[in-house]
């Protein structure tokens, strides 16, 4: 059974950095944003990357940013519409898996966001099927250049969702290493649990990193686990035990990662409630 490891998550700020260490972390996420790939912000990430390392850290993933000039980083973008944008997916993804190369780590790219501009993306295409498929063609380019390096994750919007068994279908013949958001998963499903365990059963052995995280299974609400309504004593024993995992939960205050900690608290005496049932 999966058995829990403490994954925190913060950016490459030295205070951040060490409110994470001092609890020993397993996994380090590192959220990042456009400043991150200047030539300056390269190097301060570059070497927060090491500098946790030197702590004996090594289980490291590279959260791509999430925002561009006002647009989320939709991979879903034509080409044509966002210049810029799709310009600067390029880049910062050539950037993070020559990174990840160099020190040992693994980036994360989002297939998707969700939103009023997802939609508008969407819709510039002549069917979702076919922006389905340009993003399955990126990201097959995107897996070929990183290898095991790269992992993707799950959105709420359509293109690149799960909780459909039939375009988890899909995305499983790309052979993707993927990264599963339990909270994208819960909201796409209307915060069905039976839909979400079916899921995470459908698609553990291909999930290398999960983002645990609660929801209503209305909005992305980031909760603690057990603020929500995620059954999360039926999640646990369908996790992919050779996964790694962090806690996503919003913050109240980015230098203290104390919601993550509640929420592995909670993890963790839930995984020893049920291996005493084992016994």
């Known amino acids: 059974m999966f058995q829990p490891p403490l994954g925190l998550k913060g950016s490459s700020d030295r205070f951040q950095i060490d409110n994470r260490l001092q609890y020993q972390p397993a ?7 456009t400043n991150d790939f200047t030539k300056d912000g390269y190097q301060h990430l570059y070497d927060a990357i090491q500098y946790i390392q030197s702590h004996g850290v090594h289980q490291i993933v590279i959260h791509h940013p999430m925002n561009y ?140 990193h999960y983002h645990l995280v609660d929801s209503m299974g209305q909005t992305h609400d980031s909760l603690p686990l057990g603020r929500g309504k995620i059954d999360w004593t039926r999640v646990l024993p369908l996790l992919n035990p050779a996964a790694t995992s962090i806690y996503e939960i919003a913050l109240k205050d980015p230098h203290d990662c104390h919601e993550q900690l509640v929420s592995h608290h909670y993890l963790r005496n839930i995984y020893a409630n049920l291996v005493k049932q084992d016994h």
Request: proline share 5%.
């Open 27 to 33: 996994v380090y996420e590192f959220y990042t944003d």
């Open 69 to 208: 000039q006002g647009h989320h980083l939709d991979v879903v973008a034509p080409e044509k519409d966002y210049p810029q944008l799709y310009r600067f997916i390029e880049t910062s993804t050539e950037q993070l898996i020559r990174l990840a190369d160099e020190l040992n780590v693994q980036v994360l790219v989002h297939g998707g966001y969700a939103g009023p501009e997802v939609q508008h993306m969407v819709d510039l295409y002549p069917s979702v099927t076919a922006a389905r498929q340009a993003v399955y063609q990126r990201l097959d380019r995107f897996q070929k250049a990183g290898g095991n390096y790269i992992m993707f994750e799950n959105s709420i919007a359509p293109v690149f969702a799960y909780g459909d068994p039939q375009q988890e279908k899909e995305i499983l013949s790309h052979h993707y290493r993927l990264a599963f958001d339990t909270s994208h998963c819960f909201i796409k499903l209307h915060g069905r649990n039976k839909g979400l365990e079916r899921s995470l059963h459908h698609l553990g052995p291909s999930v290398v």
